[in-house]
């Protein structure tokens, strides 16, 4: 009886903390759209501190610091929506825009076959998606085989034979995909420098020699952590080292 009372309760709260949070999604794009830019963030980010994550959320925040001129978080956070949803053509729109105003202008090392089919690809999806694509072939792939086997008629079963192997294949490779994807996500960390100018360094003390300077907005790559200092690497193939308060990783 307890727990079903807590259940009722939990679902009480989980619809009306819901319904709050689209009226605060709502009020938000409502003040973006008066261009009532600050309160818009205020709101924005009042959604992302009671942890209800979106892209579409990330993606009207990065907006709104656009449009005040706040570089370095817009690219933070369109970056964060596409983190959410690849396929966000809007937010990919809007971060090249975003990325031209930065004063960094890095080539970036040509990628090879692997990078270009996981980008262009695989990348399409986050791993959420594929996982969701993989749940979705499994039931259709039991749903076939249980048709093949309890039929009787052999035209019936053999065309259910074939696709019960093809939805179980796809099944498969969209699972080594999450897999894969997943694995990509929490291995791979990447950050956005939050400083006017800061200086990168061939080793993690304040005495080091500089390597080069970067920029406010500029995308770097996180390889390792000592102490505040974190050793990154830019696109095009760059090494050093920086404080970590000069960044923030996505």
Known sequence: MKNFI????????SFVSAQDSQKLFEEANSQYQTEAYDLAIESYQNILDQGLESSEVYFNLGN??????????????YEKALKLDPSNKDANVNLEY??????????????????KLNKNIL???????????????????GLFWMIFFFSTQPGIKKVYFTMSIIVTLSCLTSFVITVQQYNR??????AIVFSEEVSIKNAPRDSA?????????????VLDVVGDW????????????????FIKKL
């Open 6 to 13: 807590f259940g009722i309760l939990w679902f009480t709260f």
């Open 64 to 77: 709104s610091y656009y449009k005040t001129n706040q570089l370095a978080e817009a690219i933070y956070h």
């Open 98 to 115: 975003a990325n031209r105003g930065i004063i960094d202008s890095i080539k970036e090392v040509p990628k090879s076959l692997y990078e």
């Open 123 to 141: 990348g399409i999806f986050s791993y959420n998606n594929w996982s969701k694509i993989t749940v979705v072939t499994s039931l259709l792939a």
């Open 185 to 190: 996500t929490k291995n791979t960390l990447f």
């Open 209 to 221: 020699s500089e390597l080069f300077i970067l920029h406010e907005g500029t995308k770097l790559r």
């Open 230 to 245: 974190q050793k990154i690497k830019i696109a095009d193939g760059q090494v050093g080292w920086i404080l970590k308060k």
